[in-house]
Structures are given as structure tokens and as C-alpha cells.
């Protein structure tokens, strides 16, 4: 990529604004289309080099502080968003030549005066000048595992023990978990076309797709994503969405399904997908606390053509009984907020924000989210308690405490399509890199 000041500027407002919108690369395109940045190939650049510095930026931030004591959370968004990418291509960048990376540390500095003016910084030119010329290698197996892996010291620890419980082979899911993911999944719309009529009109332009592996309406798309296929997602045909999401909703018994209740609902991909395969004969009634999620939301229901089989609430899903009632839905979906665990592969800055006092807090709204589906289900009902995690602790742990506090629940079996839980054989667990998914744990609760 040829540095000028103007994409210099981007990278570092991207880097910035990625701390605050997730996922990352939705950051990274409201940066590049802000900019009308629309050639393909500089927005692949910008994107890539983004990606890696929040696939780095934990390691980033240990290094700088090391090197230069620099505290990064000391210092604004837009002073880290330029410390972050200074950082990363001085230690770790391996694209760039060196007349490329001299140039983003001239634009650096000139980024540091325009954002500084008026004495709004706590970042020295001096301080940056030092980043440019520092070294750093790896003195202790704490840090080459941060190297070797690019995760902090408390997430290994954290999959160590999880991974020794559910026995799979830590060291291949972190080494795969380093790959790039080199298709995009999709959702076919089944109320808007047949997947084999997409599947057909896609191959027949040129592109290369494949058929899912575990779900039915999956498409898996290899390269670039050209106008056909955005103009499909623009017009609800087609809805990013990974296969182990689109198999928690196939895994539900809805035959006989009337009100359903979704309690973390945003950003949508279950519930349209819920209301696609039980319209018009089902209420689903869908929760988020979150605004910017809601919008989110309810954008993707207009899309896909079911926004009037479905009811947004913008509340706490905690308080559902007393708005929806006790004891009166038919099926009950739990995706509560966890770690991200399963999906450090695609969103790079999870492998950096483990925190036990913080996944303390996330395991007891996780333990309410599923106390309130209890309260909601009725007798007959059934609930789904799905995450993507790998910590038994959001999982099994979770399950194992509501079936021993609720006589009347039971577990129903499931096997099928991935691997049994070896802590609680009756719920099953996807792994990235036995199954090539986002991790996911599945768990199917029945009311007595």
C-alpha cells in the first residue's frame, strides 16, 4: 500500500473508532466510506492492516508500555488510535517496507499537531519519535505465548482450563484461530428465493460458493463481495450470519410453537430467522437493551420481510415476565452477551479483553437472562440457552445451576450436527477448528 498523509489519517481515525463501534470491521467501513474511499483494492489494504493492528493491539499496548512507558489508557481514543499503529508496524508489521513505514511515523507526527492543537494532548512528539527507534523481543513464556499466539496471558489461562475440562486440543484451536477466515457465510432467504437458485445465479457470474455444512440455508462465499451479492444483503436475499447461529434456530422443535420470546435479540440473525421459518402463525416477541443494537434490528426485520410477525422491545429482557407475563410462552430464546471466545478469529480485539472480575458480572446477568426464560416458559414450553463461548463457566456451569434449582426443567438431548458436551452429554459444542465455525454451545431446556 502506498502511504500518502490522506490514508495515513484514515488508518489512524479507523484504529480510533474501532475501540468504540464493534465489530471492527464495521469501524473500518464507516471510516473508508466517510473518506469515499470506493477502490477496491486500497479499501482490501486499509482493511487488512486495520484487522491486524486489533489482532495485535493487547500485544501492542504490552510492548509500548515496555519499551517506552507509555500508558496507553492514560491517553484519548485518537492518541492510542496513532500509538497502536505506530506500535504495531514498528514491532510486528512484516507488509510494509521501510520507506512505507517511514512515512506513517512522518504522518504521524503530523496527525499528533493537527489533533493537538491547543494543548488537547497528552501524547509527546518526543514520546513517538522514541516508539519509531524502539526494539522489544519476547524475555519469558509468558510473553512468547502472546507472541506465538496473539492472546493475552489471562484468556490462555482462562482456555487452558476450559480446554482441559471439554478435553480438546488447545494448541490447534489457538493455531487455527490465527488463519484467516477466507469466506464470508450467508443466510439464503427462503421467503425471498431458494438457496439453489442463488447458489446457481452466483456461480454462473463467477463467483465461488458452497453450499453449508450444517445448515440448509447456508451459502459460503470465497473472495471479494462484488455488487450482486451486496445489493442481495441490501435486499434482505441474503443475511450474514454464521452457521452455528442458523443451527441453534433448526434445532428448536416449533411445530406447535405460538409466542416466542427472544431476550437478547439484536443484531437480528436468529429472530428474522425464527419469524421466516414460523410465519405467519407465530408472536415473536424480541429484546435488547441496547439502542444502536434495536436500530440495528429492526432495519434487518424490515429487510427480510417479517417485521410484522415480530414486536421490539427496547428493554431489559429481565423485565419481560411482568411485560409479557409468566408461564406464557411457548419457546423461550436465550444468546445472552458472554465472552466472544468462539470467535476470536473473526473479531481479533476478543483475544485482548478477558477480564475475570468483568466475566464475573457476564456469568450472573447470564444465570438471571435464564432464570427470567424459566419464568417466561410455560408448562410444555421449551427454552434455548445458546452462546459463543468456550468457557464451560458461560455454559454447562450455567445450565447445570438452573436444572438443579428448577425440579420441573429437564434437558433435551441433542447430538446432532456437532460434538457432545463432556460435562453435560445431553448439550452439544461447536469448535472453529474441528468444524470450521464460530464456537457455539447449545443447550435445549424443557418445562415440565
Not at 475501540?19 to 471492527?24: D, F, G, N, S
Not at 470467535?343 to 479483553?353: E, K, M, Q, S, T
Not at 440457552?385 to 420441573?408: A, F, M, N, Q, R
Request: net charge positive; proline share 4%.
Amino acid at each position: 500500500m502506498y502511504v500518502n498523509r490522506r490514508r495515513a489519517f484514515i488508518v489512524f481515525e479507523a484504529v480510533a473508532l474501532g475501540e468504540r463501534i464493534k465489530p471492527v470491521q464495521e469501524a473500518v467501513r464507516r471510516v473508508l466510506y466517510r473518506h469515499r474511499i470506493r477502490d477496491e483494492k486500497l479499501f482490501k489494504s486499509i482493511t487488512g492492516l486495520v484487522y491486524s493492528i486489533f489482532r495485535n493491539y493487547g500485544l501492542v499496548d504490552y510492548v509500548v508500555r515496555e519499551t517506552i512507558g507509555i500508558d496507553l489508557g492514560r491517553l484519548s481514543p485518537w492518541e492510542r488510535g496513532v500509538v497502536r499503529t505506530i506500535g504495531y508496524i514498528r514491532f510486528f508489521d512484516k507488509l510494509l517496507s521501510i520507506r512505507e513505514k517511514k512515512r506513517f511515523y512522518k504522518y504521524a507526527l503530523m496527525y499528533l499537531e493537527k489533533k493537538g492543537a491547543g494543548g488537547r494532548t497528552r501524547l509527546r512528539s518526543d514520546q513517538l519519535y522514541l516508539l519509531t527507534s524502539a526494539s522489544w523481543s519476547p524475555r519469558n513464556r509468558f510473553e512468547e505465548i502472546m507472541i506465538r499466539y496473539r492472546i493475552s496471558i489471562e484468556l490462555y489461562m482462562a482456555l487452558d482450563k476450559a480446554f482441559r475440562e471439554l478435553e480438546e486440543d488447545l494448541g490447534d484451536f489457538l493455531e487455527y484461530s490465527l488463519k484467516p477466515w477466507r469466506h464470508h457465510v450467508f443466510r439464503v432467504n427462503s421467503l425471498k428465493a431458494s438457496l439453489e437458485a442463488i447458489y446457481n445465479h452466483l456461480r454462473d457470474l463467477g463467483y465461488r460458493v458452497e453450499r453449508g455444512r450444517y445448515s440448509r440455508q447456508a451459502l459460503r462465499i470465497y473472495g471479494s463481495l462484488g455488487r450482486e451479492v451486496v445489493r442481495f444483503i441490501e435486499t434482505g436475499v441474503l443475511i450474514p450470519q454464521d452457521e452455528s447461529s442458523m443451527v441453534a434456530i433448526e434445532l428448536l422443535p416449533l411445530e406447535d410453537t405460538v409466542e416466542i420470546a427472544d431476550l437478547c435479540a439484536a443484531p437480528g440473525g436468529k429472530t428474522t430467522y425464527l419469524a421466516e421459518k414460523t410465519r405467519p402463525k407465530t408472536r415473536i416477541h424480541a429484546f435488547d437493551v441496547n439502542r444502536d443494537r434495536v436500530k440495528r434490528l429492526r432495519t434487518l426485520l424490515e429487510r427480510t420481510g417479517v417485521s410484522k410477525a415480530v414486536r421490539v422491545y427496547h428493554r431489559d429482557a429481565r423485565e419481560a415476565p411482568e411485560i409479557l407475563g409468566g408461564n406464557s410462552m411457548d419457546m423461550v430464546v436465550v444468546d445472552p452477551p458472554c465472552s466472544s471466545t468462539g470467535a476470536i478469529a473473526r473479531n481479533p480485539d476478543v483475544r485482548w479483553r478477558y477480564n475475570e472480575e468483568e466475566i464475573k458480572e457476564i456469568t450472573r446477568l447470564q444465570q438471571q437472562l435464564l432464570e427470567t426464560a424459566y419464568k417466561l416458559a410455560r408448562p410444555g414450553g421449551y427454552i434455548l440457552y445458546t452462546t459463543c463461548s468456550l468457557l464451560p463457566w458461560e455454559g454447562e456451569y450455567i445450565v447445570k445451576k438452573i436444572i438443579e434449582k428448577h425440579g420441573d426443567l429437564e434437558i433435551v438431548k441433542l447430538s446432532k450436527p456437532f460434538k457432545q458436551s463432556p460435562i453435560l452429554p445431553q448439550t452439544i459444542r461447536s469448535y472453529p477448528h474441528i468444524h470450521h465455525v464460530i464456537g457455539f454451545y447449545y443447550a435445549l431446556l424443557r418445562k415440565r
